[in-house]
């Protein structure tokens, strides 16, 4: 029951990801379908690929989905990790605790490694570094789910946030975007917290 690797192309070329279903998270759908036109997620790009031109890739995600939030996982279900830097949802969403708990036993047995993983769920994020640590190869991003409403203050436990711009602060645009691997913005606690990015 080996948890599956992405090997990503684009802006992530180069980069080895943890994936799981939007389509099937509970939470990515009721974002999906939310009244509020300034949402992010009512413009998907995760849900426009796996309904399209990736609908290969739904069977593994879902299987990623199913085995990290329903069981806790064993050590020789970890995957094989060849990057040194691994981004934890360049699709997907958080589903529920276990899932965060079995992304930190993944963290945990590379400390060598630089994870960071991208999320808007603060309630599982505080559910679980309530009661332990953070791993410190773990870069917690905040995904400002509000299109040109930057953050400039970073939630609780996180170290970066991520914003998404239309029209206003196009000036503040700090994002790499052509090559997540060059820039790595997003994977070094030392470079900036505060990531602007012009929406796709």
């Known amino acids: ?6 090997e990503m192309s684009g802006k992530l070329k ?4 943890i994936n799981t279903n ?3 998270n509970t939470f990515c759908k009721k974002m999906n379908s939310s009244s509020n036109n300034n949402i992010i997620c009512k413009s998907c790009y995760s849900c426009k690929m796996l309904g399209g031109y990736r609908k290969n890739c739904v069977p593994a995600f879902e ?17 094989r990790i060849k990057s040194d830097i691994v981004r934890i949802h360049a699709h997907g969403e958080l589903i529920n605790d276990t899932h965060l ?3 930190v036993k993944i963290v945990e047995k590379y400390p060598e ?3 960071s993983l991208y999320t808007k769920r603060k ?13 410190i ?9 509000v299109i040109d409403t930057p953050l400039t203050t970073i939630p609780n436990k996180f170290d970066k946030v991520f914003n998404v711009c239309k029209t206003t602060n196009k000036n503040n645009i700090n994002c790499g975007a052509l090559n997540c691997n060059t820039c790595r913005k997003c994977y070094d606690k030392t470079k900036e917290n505060i990531i602007y990015e012009a929406i796709k």
């Not at 029951?1 to 992405?6: A, D, Q, R, V």
């Not at 190869?137 to 789910?145: A, H, K, Q, R, T």
């Open 1 to 6: 029951m080996k948890i599956k690797l992405s």
């Open 14 to 17: 180069g980069i080895q990801a």
């Open 22 to 24: 939007p389509l099937s």
């Open 63 to 79: 299987y990623n989905s199913f085995h990290l939030s329903k069981e806790n996982i064993k050590d020789e279900d970890i995957p």
């Open 101 to 103: 708990y079995n992304i």
């Open 113 to 115: 490694k630089t994870f």
């Open 123 to 135: 309630d599982i994020i505080d559910n679980i570094f309530c009661e332990r640590s953070i791993p």
């Open 137 to 145: 190869n773990l870069i917690l991003v905040y995904s400002n789910p």
